[in-house]
């Protein structure tokens, strides 16, 4: 018997079980349901937008939509926690910083990705409209620029 592993849904299974606190219910035995125009987005300075589905992002394991503006690039940079991707609209691309170039790899919509906690990567939105994805990440946000 052979068995076929998709990587998608054992993503959204994680993220629902390995996440603590929930942002936007008190109650764990209830429904949530947040169409787009209730989600709460909050840019950065370098125009990421961050919109909390579920935990604290500065403090522990968090889910959330992640909005990058079309034409981003970011620097090179680690982070100190796994983070899982599903990219919702647009095209993005993730490289290991001293990757071969040839092997960037253009994700569209319904693509996931995952960036281990530790390695030191580019990420870019390359399409003409700007990138949403959803984002787990199994530890708290940072961003620590490294050197090229």
């Known amino acids: 018997m052979t068995f076929h592993i998709n990587p998608?849904?054992?993503?959204?299974?994680?993220?629902?079980?390995l996440t603590t606190t929930p942002?936007?219910?008190?109650?764990?035995?209830?429904?949530i349901n947040l169409p787009?125009?209730?989600?709460?987005?909050?840019?950065t300075r370098e125009g990421v937008g961050f919109a909390p589905l579920q935990g604290d992002r500065f403090a522990e394991a968090y889910m959330a939509m992640?909005?990058?503006p079309a034409g981003l690039i970011s620097p090179a940079h680690v982070?100190?926690?796994?983070?899982?991707?599903?990219?919702?609209?647009?095209?993005?691309?993730?490289?290991?910083?001293?990757?071969?170039?040839?092997t960037e790899m253009a994700l569209p919509a319904g693509?996931?990705?995952k960036i281990p906690a530790?390695?030191?990567?580019?990420?870019k939105c390359i399409s003409d409209v700007d990138c949403i994805t959803f984002l787990y990440q199994d530890?708290?946000?940072?961003?620590?620029?490294?050197s090229q």
């Open 36 to 43: 787009p125009s209730l989600q709460h987005w909050e840019t």
């Open 66 to 68: 992640v909005h990058l």
């Open 79 to 102: 982070k100190s926690a796994t983070m899982y991707g599903m990219v919702i609209s647009g095209t993005i691309t993730n490289i290991a910083l001293g990757a071969d170039p040839d």
């Open 8 to 17: 998608i849904r054992i993503f959204i299974a994680l993220s629902f079980c």
């Open 23 to 31: 942002v936007l219910a008190a109650d764990d035995s209830q429904i």
């Open 139 to 146: 530890g708290k946000f940072d961003f620590v620029p490294v």
């Open 118 to 123: 530790g390695l030191a990567h580019i990420s």
């Open 111 to 113: 693509s996931f990705y």
